[in-house]
Protein backbone atom coordinates (compact mmCIF):
# COMPACT_ATOMS: atom_id res chain seq x y z
CA UNK A 1 0.00 0.00 0.00
CA UNK A 2 2.93 2.35 0.92
CA UNK A 3 3.46 2.55 -3.35
CA UNK A 4 -0.12 3.20 -4.04
CA UNK A 5 -1.67 5.32 -1.76
CA UNK A 6 0.15 8.69 -1.85
CA UNK A 7 -0.39 9.29 -5.96
CA UNK A 8 -4.27 8.10 -5.16
CA UNK A 9 -4.80 11.22 -2.86
CA UNK A 10 -2.52 13.59 -5.01
CA UNK A 11 -4.75 12.78 -8.23
CA UNK A 12 -7.90 12.47 -5.94
CA UNK A 13 -6.93 16.12 -4.75
CA UNK A 14 -6.21 17.70 -8.15
CA UNK A 15 -9.62 15.97 -9.37
CA UNK A 16 -11.58 17.02 -6.38
CA UNK A 17 -10.21 19.83 -4.53
CA UNK A 18 -10.50 20.44 -1.03
CA UNK A 19 -12.30 17.45 0.08
CA UNK A 20 -10.68 15.50 2.85
CA UNK A 21 -13.05 12.83 2.54
CA UNK A 22 -12.35 12.34 -1.12
CA UNK A 23 -8.64 11.75 0.33
CA UNK A 24 -9.90 9.06 2.80
CA UNK A 25 -11.97 7.58 -0.08
CA UNK A 26 -8.73 7.58 -2.27
CA UNK A 27 -6.31 6.08 0.30
CA UNK A 28 -9.18 3.10 0.75
CA UNK A 29 -9.20 2.43 -3.24
CA UNK A 30 -5.57 2.19 -3.17
CA UNK A 31 -5.45 -1.28 -1.08
CA UNK A 32 -7.11 -2.94 -4.69
CA UNK A 33 -4.24 -2.43 -6.35
CA UNK A 34 -1.34 -2.21 -3.13
CA UNK A 35 -2.84 -6.00 -2.92
CA UNK A 36 -2.78 -6.68 -6.42
CA UNK A 37 0.77 -5.98 -7.05
CA UNK A 38 1.45 -8.02 -3.93
CA UNK A 39 -0.48 -10.98 -5.01
CA UNK A 40 1.19 -10.45 -9.00
CA UNK A 41 4.17 -8.72 -8.83
CA UNK A 42 5.94 -8.34 -5.10
CA UNK A 43 5.51 -12.35 -3.91
CA UNK A 44 6.39 -14.02 -7.14
CA UNK A 45 9.63 -12.53 -7.29
CA UNK A 46 10.26 -13.06 -3.67
CA UNK A 47 10.12 -16.35 -5.02
CA UNK A 48 11.77 -15.99 -8.38
CA UNK A 49 14.92 -18.47 -9.56
CA UNK A 50 16.94 -15.86 -11.32
CA UNK A 51 20.00 -17.69 -11.79
CA UNK A 52 20.69 -16.96 -15.19
CA UNK A 53 22.03 -13.80 -16.28
CA UNK A 54 18.87 -13.81 -18.78
CA UNK A 55 16.63 -13.87 -16.07
CA UNK A 56 18.29 -11.02 -14.38
CA UNK A 57 17.96 -8.78 -17.27
CA UNK A 58 14.79 -9.75 -18.35
CA UNK A 59 13.70 -8.46 -14.93
CA UNK A 60 15.58 -5.09 -15.08
CA UNK A 61 14.37 -4.33 -18.15
CA UNK A 62 10.99 -5.02 -17.03
CA UNK A 63 11.31 -2.44 -14.11
CA UNK A 64 13.04 0.01 -15.97
CA UNK A 65 11.06 0.28 -19.19
CA UNK A 66 7.93 0.11 -17.84
CA UNK A 67 7.78 2.80 -15.73
CA UNK A 68 9.39 4.86 -17.95
CA UNK A 69 7.09 4.44 -21.00
CA UNK A 70 4.07 4.54 -18.36
CA UNK A 71 6.15 8.29 -17.17
CA UNK A 72 6.72 9.49 -20.92
CA UNK A 73 2.87 8.83 -22.24
CA UNK A 74 1.65 10.78 -18.62
CA UNK A 75 3.55 13.85 -19.65
CA UNK A 76 3.03 13.31 -23.48
CA UNK A 77 -0.52 13.06 -22.66
CA UNK A 78 -0.93 16.51 -19.88
CA UNK A 79 0.98 18.50 -22.06
CA UNK A 80 -1.00 17.93 -25.04
CA UNK A 81 -4.47 17.94 -22.72
CA UNK A 82 -5.54 14.86 -23.83
CA UNK A 83 -6.80 12.99 -20.84
CA UNK A 84 -9.09 13.67 -18.43
CA UNK A 85 -7.91 17.01 -17.15
CA UNK A 86 -10.24 19.42 -19.42
CA UNK A 87 -13.03 17.65 -19.68
CA UNK A 88 -13.70 16.56 -15.90
CA UNK A 89 -11.08 18.81 -13.54
CA UNK A 90 -11.15 22.39 -14.24
CA UNK A 91 -8.36 23.01 -11.60
CA UNK A 92 -6.09 20.73 -13.81
CA UNK A 93 -6.75 22.38 -16.55
CA UNK A 94 -6.02 25.50 -15.15
CA UNK A 95 -2.59 24.36 -13.98
CA UNK A 96 -1.51 23.27 -17.01
CA UNK A 97 -2.97 26.56 -18.68
CA UNK A 98 -0.36 28.66 -16.37
CA UNK A 99 2.65 26.10 -16.85
CA UNK A 100 2.45 25.67 -20.48
CA UNK A 101 5.79 27.49 -22.25
CA UNK A 102 5.59 30.72 -22.97
CA UNK A 103 4.68 31.61 -26.86
CA UNK A 104 8.15 32.85 -27.05
CA UNK A 105 9.73 29.29 -26.37
CA UNK A 106 8.31 26.87 -29.79
CA UNK A 107 7.80 29.36 -32.25
CA UNK A 108 9.46 32.86 -31.60
CA UNK A 109 13.46 31.99 -29.97
CA UNK A 110 16.06 32.04 -32.09
CA UNK A 111 18.41 29.22 -30.47
CA UNK A 112 21.56 29.89 -33.23
CA UNK A 113 22.80 32.41 -30.95
CA UNK A 114 23.99 30.21 -28.02
CA UNK A 115 23.65 26.92 -30.10
CA UNK A 116 25.75 27.59 -33.63
CA UNK A 117 24.19 26.61 -36.91
CA UNK A 118 22.67 23.77 -35.92
CA UNK A 119 19.94 26.39 -34.24
CA UNK A 120 17.21 28.26 -35.74
CA UNK A 121 17.46 32.17 -36.56
CA UNK A 122 13.77 33.87 -37.12
CA UNK A 123 13.48 36.59 -39.15
CA UNK A 124 12.01 39.95 -38.07
CA UNK A 125 8.53 39.94 -37.77
CA UNK A 126 7.96 36.12 -37.95
CA UNK A 127 6.53 36.56 -34.92
CA UNK A 128 3.34 38.63 -34.53
CA UNK A 129 0.13 39.61 -32.88
CA UNK A 130 -2.89 42.14 -33.73
CA UNK A 131 -0.85 42.87 -37.00
CA UNK A 132 -3.81 44.37 -38.58
CA UNK A 133 -4.29 46.81 -35.03
CA UNK A 134 -4.06 50.39 -36.00
CA UNK A 135 -2.36 51.23 -32.49
CA UNK A 136 0.83 52.21 -31.17
CA UNK A 137 2.95 49.25 -31.98
CA UNK A 138 4.62 47.50 -29.50
CA UNK A 139 8.49 46.03 -29.70
CA UNK A 140 9.37 43.27 -27.47
CA UNK A 141 13.13 42.56 -28.12
CA UNK A 142 15.79 41.37 -26.09
CA UNK A 143 17.56 37.70 -25.17
CA UNK A 144 15.46 34.72 -23.87
CA UNK A 145 14.37 36.65 -21.18
CA UNK A 146 12.55 38.93 -23.19
CA UNK A 147 9.99 35.65 -23.99
CA UNK A 148 8.79 35.21 -20.92
CA UNK A 149 7.05 39.09 -21.16
CA UNK A 150 4.97 37.66 -24.21
CA UNK A 151 1.37 36.96 -22.75
CA UNK A 152 1.83 40.09 -20.37
CA UNK A 153 2.57 41.96 -23.61
CA UNK A 154 -0.22 40.28 -25.92
CA UNK A 155 -2.48 40.96 -23.52
CA UNK A 156 -1.75 44.91 -23.35
CA UNK A 157 -1.51 44.72 -27.58
CA UNK A 158 -4.86 43.23 -27.62
CA UNK A 159 -6.46 46.07 -24.90
CA UNK A 160 -4.66 48.87 -26.62
CA UNK A 161 -5.43 48.06 -30.01
CA UNK A 162 -1.96 47.88 -30.86
CA UNK A 163 -0.07 45.26 -33.23
CA UNK A 164 2.93 43.44 -31.25
CA UNK A 165 6.41 42.04 -33.01
CA UNK A 166 8.26 39.70 -30.47
CA UNK A 167 12.04 39.23 -31.67
CA UNK A 168 14.25 37.39 -28.82
CA UNK A 169 17.07 35.26 -29.17
CA UNK A 170 18.82 32.75 -26.92
CA UNK A 171 22.13 33.92 -24.95
CA UNK A 172 21.88 36.92 -27.29
CA UNK A 173 20.94 40.78 -25.61
CA UNK A 174 20.13 43.06 -28.07
CA UNK A 175 23.03 45.57 -27.33
CA UNK A 176 25.09 47.36 -29.42
CA UNK A 177 28.30 45.56 -28.57
CA UNK A 178 30.20 42.59 -29.06
CA UNK A 179 30.62 39.15 -27.30
CA UNK A 180 33.31 36.42 -27.91
CA UNK A 181 34.47 33.47 -25.57
CA UNK A 182 36.87 33.46 -23.31
CA UNK A 183 39.82 33.68 -26.05
CA UNK A 184 38.21 33.78 -29.22
CA UNK A 185 34.83 34.67 -31.14
CA UNK A 186 32.80 31.45 -31.02
CA UNK A 187 30.27 31.17 -33.81
CA UNK A 188 26.80 31.87 -31.83
CA UNK A 189 28.50 34.98 -30.61
CA UNK A 190 29.67 36.03 -34.39
CA UNK A 191 25.62 35.08 -35.36
CA UNK A 192 24.40 36.91 -32.37
CA UNK A 193 25.99 40.23 -33.49
CA UNK A 194 24.58 40.04 -36.89
CA UNK A 195 21.42 39.40 -35.79
CA UNK A 196 21.00 42.23 -33.38
CA UNK A 197 22.24 43.99 -36.34
CA UNK A 198 19.46 42.76 -38.39
CA UNK A 199 16.91 43.67 -35.71
CA UNK A 200 18.29 46.83 -34.75
CA UNK A 201 18.16 47.95 -38.95
CA UNK A 202 14.37 46.20 -38.55
CA UNK A 203 13.38 48.78 -36.15
CA UNK A 204 14.91 51.57 -37.80
CA UNK A 205 12.72 50.96 -40.59
CA UNK A 206 10.01 50.36 -37.91
CA UNK A 207 6.62 52.91 -37.37
CA UNK A 208 7.67 54.60 -34.42
CA UNK A 209 5.97 52.60 -31.34
CA UNK A 210 7.18 51.30 -27.86
CA UNK A 211 10.32 49.15 -27.86
CA UNK A 212 10.57 46.95 -24.63
CA UNK A 213 14.04 45.53 -24.06
CA UNK A 214 14.41 42.56 -21.83
CA UNK A 215 17.94 41.36 -21.63
CA UNK A 216 19.79 38.89 -18.68
CA UNK A 217 22.90 40.76 -17.44
CA UNK A 218 24.66 37.79 -16.43
CA UNK A 219 26.94 38.26 -19.46
CA UNK A 220 28.39 41.15 -17.45
CA UNK A 221 29.27 39.19 -13.95
CA UNK A 222 29.29 35.75 -15.20
CA UNK A 223 32.82 34.41 -16.44
CA UNK A 224 34.14 32.66 -19.51
CA UNK A 225 33.09 35.50 -22.06
CA UNK A 226 34.42 39.00 -22.85
CA UNK A 227 32.59 41.77 -24.33
CA UNK A 228 33.20 45.22 -26.18
CA UNK A 229 31.90 48.40 -27.89
CA UNK A 230 34.42 46.98 -30.79
CA UNK A 231 35.55 44.10 -31.62
CA UNK A 232 39.24 45.20 -30.69
CA UNK A 233 38.57 46.29 -27.69
CA UNK A 234 37.15 43.21 -25.84
CA UNK A 235 37.53 42.57 -21.91
CA UNK A 236 36.99 39.86 -19.64
CA UNK A 237 36.51 42.29 -16.27
CA UNK A 238 33.70 42.32 -14.59
CA UNK A 239 34.05 46.09 -13.94
CA UNK A 240 34.87 47.08 -17.54
CA UNK A 241 32.07 44.71 -18.83
CA UNK A 242 29.91 46.82 -16.46
CA UNK A 243 30.95 49.76 -18.29
CA UNK A 244 30.42 48.48 -21.82
CA UNK A 245 26.78 47.45 -21.03
CA UNK A 246 25.73 50.73 -19.56
CA UNK A 247 27.34 52.55 -22.55
CA UNK A 248 26.10 49.90 -25.19
CA UNK A 249 22.76 50.00 -23.69
CA UNK A 250 22.79 54.02 -24.05
CA UNK A 251 24.01 53.47 -27.80
CA UNK A 252 21.23 51.12 -28.47
CA UNK A 253 17.88 53.33 -26.85
CA UNK A 254 19.46 56.53 -28.45
CA UNK A 255 19.04 54.95 -31.70
CA UNK A 256 15.77 53.69 -31.00
CA UNK A 257 14.79 56.95 -29.86
CA UNK A 258 16.13 58.66 -32.58
CA UNK A 259 13.66 56.69 -35.22
CA UNK A 260 10.98 57.10 -33.06
CA UNK A 261 10.58 55.23 -30.71
CA UNK A 262 9.88 54.80 -26.80
CA UNK A 263 12.19 52.58 -25.00
CA UNK A 264 10.60 50.86 -21.94
CA UNK A 265 13.65 48.95 -19.85
CA UNK A 266 12.99 45.77 -17.70
CA UNK A 267 14.93 44.98 -15.00
CA UNK A 268 16.71 41.89 -15.11
CA UNK A 269 15.81 39.03 -13.63
CA UNK A 270 17.55 38.68 -10.40
CA UNK A 271 19.28 35.21 -10.28
CA UNK A 272 21.00 33.29 -7.02
CA UNK A 273 24.27 32.09 -7.46
CA UNK A 274 25.87 29.67 -4.83
CA UNK A 275 29.64 30.74 -4.51
CA UNK A 276 31.78 28.20 -6.29
CA UNK A 277 34.21 26.16 -3.88
Not at 142 to 171: H, I, K, R, V, Y
Request: glycine share 8%; proline share 6%.
Amino acid sequence: MYLWHWPFIVFAGLVFPGSPAVSLIAAVLSLAPALASYRWVEAPLRTASLASNGSRLAMVGVFLVVPVALAGALGIASRKDVWISSAFTPSIAAFNDTHRPHAAWDDCLSTATMMGPSGTLRDWGSCTWNSQASGVPLYLVGDSNAGMFTEGLEGAAAELGSPLTLDSAAACPLLDWYMSGASAPTSPATICREHVDQTLRALDEADPGVVVIANSDLYVWSGGSQVGSAPNEMSDNGEDKAKIWEASLRRTIDRLQSHGHHVVLVQPIHRFEYPKT
